[in-house]
Nanobody, 126 residues
Framework: QVQLVESGGGLVQAGDSLRLSCAAS????????VGWFRQAPGKGREFVAV????????TYGNSVESRFTISSDNGKNMVYLQMTNLRPEDTAVYYC???????????????????WGQGTQVTVSS
């Protein structure tokens, strides 16, 4: 099981960009998924994006597609979330999560992941 640490959150204005980073320690496998979820106050955890450690199959949630880009650097055990044109509704705690390929849950489900970071706060002001 890998350990994950997120960084890069902060307070920005609507329309700004921000890049989140997730550093993993422990062994990772190329075809395993690593993703981002977010949780706004009073709401459930929402799928944002997922990719494999090798950089394949990037997939996005409907609310962020075309604005966010997920990428991975397998050699450095790093995953990034580049966020552009941020909106107030993007305000949330963002979590990095890692899972294993071949599980029964779709990668859009938080149940597909067994390792989670502590989260980083992103606040977008209008």
């Amino acid at each position: 099981q890998v350990q994950l640490v997120e960084s890069g959150g902060g307070l920005v204005q609507a329309g700004d960009s921000l890049r989140l980073s997730c550093a993993a320690s422990g062994r990772t496998f190329s075809n395993d998924p690593v993703g981002w979820f977010r949780q706004a106050p009073g709401k459930g955890r929402e799928f944002v994006a997922v990719i494999t450690w090798s950089g394949n199959n990037p997939t996005y949630g409907n609310s962020v597609e075309s604005r966010f880009t997920i990428s991975s650097d397998n050699g450095k055990n790093m995953v990034y979330l580049q966020m552009t044109n941020l909106r107030p509704e993007d305000t949330a705690v963002y979590y990095c999560a890692a899972g294993h390929n071949g599980g029964v849950y779709h990668w859009r489900s938080e149940l597909a992941y067994n390792s989670w970071g502590q989260g980083t706060q992103v606040t977008v002001s209008s």
